[in-house]
């Protein structure tokens, strides 16, 4: 009896063993099971990915606003550029056409040696113009054939002319205070009765030089030699 309960015990030992060991390999298939169920898992999820991008389903680009922002801008340059807005830019600076280069004479020209310019003196201070001298006179005038603006009643000749003048100086010199009458008596000029050869007040240079110059040598209140001019022999009276 004892040696058929060893047995007994002996084998169901060895059931036991064998009941572990068969455990341990189910337990091992499991875990291989999961792992590969876990591989197939991912497996298909890799697929389903690529399912969705064959579908047409793309991820959102984060920079799809770029071009339209270019454009944007281009198109706004071109409207400022119409209207005239980069004219006073360095922009328009930019876009001027680029000057030609000179040609070889002009390159020969740029070579030779320039004269150096002359220093700038400085200019004085203008002053204020001064006023013209005037000058006041009566005057006869003895005409002659050929002397300007002679009306056609003179018919004396130069010397005729010349010692008809002389002969009304020496009056005038004598007693200038009868020049007026002297005048009426021997001036050609028209219209000299009237004004008694007055000539009233000019500024120097308004008459014929050789006027001037022998009005100038005289001095106020005095009687002139003879005077000849183009329009004839003048005997002058300096009244300024």
Not at 38 to 66: F, L, N, T, Y
Not at 166 to 183: C, L
């Amino acid at each position: 009896m004892s040696k058929t309960t060893e047995k007994d015990r002996a084998k169901d030992d060895e059931d036991l063993d064998e009941d572990e060991s068969t455990d341990e390999s189910n337990d091992d298939g499991e875990e291989e099971e999961t792992k590969a169920t876990a591989v197939r898992g991912r497996g298909h999820a890799h697929d389903d990915d690529d399912d969705a991008e064959d579908d047409g389903v793309v991820a959102e680009d984060p920079s799809w606003w770029a071009p339209h922002a270019v454009l944007s801008a281009l198109v706004l340059i071109g409207l400022l550029g119409f209207f005239g807005m980069f004219n006073k830019t360095p922009l328009a600076r930019l876009a001027a056409p680029v000057a030609p280069e000179p040609d070889d004479h002009a390159h020969a020209v740029a070579a030779s040696p320039s004269p150096a310019p002359a220093q700038a003196q400085p200019r004085p201070a203008q002053s204020a113009q001064a006023p013209r001298e005037m000058f006041g006179a009566k005057h006869l005038l003895v005409m002659y054939t050929g002397s300007r603006r002679a009306p056609p009643t003179v018919t004396r000749t130069k010397d005729e002319a010349k010692a008809r003048a002389t002969e009304a100086m020496t009056k005038a010199k004598a007693d200038p205070s009868k020049f007026t009458d002297i005048v009426k008596e021997y001036s050609d000029e028209p219209g000299a009765d009237k004004r008694g050869g007055d000539l009233g007040k000019f500024p120097k240079g308004a008459m014929v030089p050789e006027f001037q110059v022998g009005l100038e040598k005289i001095k106020v209140g005095q009687v002139s030699e003879l005077v000849e001019t183009p329009f004839g022999f003048h005997v002058i009276l300096r009244t300024q």
